[in-house]
C-alpha cells in the first residue's frame, strides 16, 4: 500500500519568501506523485505532477517540485511566494499500473502574510 | 467542456433523511470517484467506478451506495444520512490508458450538513 505524510498541517510564510510544503511517500514501486491546490470554496486543481521522467518537475504558478527516490520525498517549492497563493495544498501518490487509485495526504494550510 | 460538476452546492438533512449527490463529467473519462473532505483528514475516498458498469469500495464505504448511471454520471447515495457524514463531498474523473498517469479533475464539491 502506499501513502503519503505531509509535515506541517500549517505553514506560514511572509510575501516574497520561500514557499517550502514537505511531502513524503511510502511505497512498494515507483510511484507517481501529484501536488493539488485547493482555494477556499474550491475543488483541487492539479498543480504538477511526477510520472518517472524529469525528477524536477515544473508546475503552474511558479511551483515546482523535485522527485527525490533517496529521501523518499517530493518537497514543493516556490521562490517567492503570493498572497494568491494562500490555499490548501494536497500531495498524492500511486502506483503507475493499471488503473489505480490516488492516496492523498492530509494537507497543509499556506498563510501568506502581508 | 464543463469538466466535472455537481449538484447540490450545498444541503442540510435531518437525521435519517435520505438524499443522493449527483455528477457528471464531459470528458469521456472511464474512471470516477466519490471522496469526502474531513478538517485534518486529507481525501478519503468512499466509492469508485474504474469503468461504466462497474463499481467498487474505497476506504469509507459504510452508509453510502453509489450508481453508474452511464459513463458521464456517477451517483452517490445516503440512505439514512446521521451527523458522522457532514462533510464537503467531491467527485472526480480521470481516464487511464496503458502508460499513462491517473491526474484525477474534481468537481467543485457539496457542502452537506447532518442535523
Known amino acids: 500500500a502506499q501513502s503519503v505524510t505531509q509535515l506541517g498541517s500549517h505553514v506560514s510564510v511572509s510575501e516574497g519568501a520561500l514557499v517550502l510544503l514537505r511531502c513524503n511517500y511510502s511505497?512498494?514501486?515507483?510511484?507517481?506523485l501529484f501536488w493539488y491546490v485547493q482555494y477556499p470554496n474550491q475543488g483541487l486543481q492539479l498543480l504538477l505532477k511526477y510520472t518517472s521522467a524529469a525528477t524536477l518537475v515544473k508546475g503552474i504558478n511558479g511551483f515546482e517540485a523535485e522527485f527525490k527516490k533517496s529521501e523518499t520525498s517530493f518537497h514543493l517549492t516556490k521562490p517567492s511566494a503570493h498572497m494568491s497563493d494562500a490555499a490548501e495544498y494536497f500531495c498524492a501518490v500511486t502506483r503507475p499500473f493499471g488503473n489505480e487509485k490516488l492516496t492523498f495526504g492530509t494537507g497543509t494550510r499556506l498563510t501568506i502574510i502581508p | 467542456n464543463a469538466g466535472v460538476t455537481q449538484t447540490p452546492k450545498f444541503q442540510v438533512l435531518k437525521t435519517g433523511q435520505s438524499m443522493t449527490l449527483q455528477c457528471a463529467q464531459d470528458?469521456?473519462?472511464?474512471?470516477m470517484y466519490w471522496y469526502r473532505q474531513d478538517p485534518g483528514m486529507g481525501l478519503r475516498l468512499i466509492y469508485y467506478s474504474a469503468s461504466e458498469g462497474t463499481t467498487d469500495k474505497g476506504e469509507v464505504p459504510n452508509g453510502y451506495n453509489v450508481s453508474r448511471l452511464n459513463k458521464r454520471e456517477f451517483s452517490l447515495r445516503l440512505e439514512s444520512a446521521a451527523p458522522s457524514q457532514t462533510s464537503v463531498y467531491f467527485c472526480?474523473?480521470?481516464?487511464?490508458?496503458?502508460?499513462?498517469?491517473?491526474?484525477?479533475?474534481f468537481g467543485p464539491g457539496t457542502r452537506l450538513t447532518v442535523l
Open positions: 472526480a474523473s480521470s481516464e487511464w490508458t496503458r502508460g499513462r498517469n491517473n491526474e484525477q479533475f
Open positions: 470528458m469521456n473519462h472511464n474512471s
Open positions: 511505497s512498494s514501486v515507483p510511484p507517481y
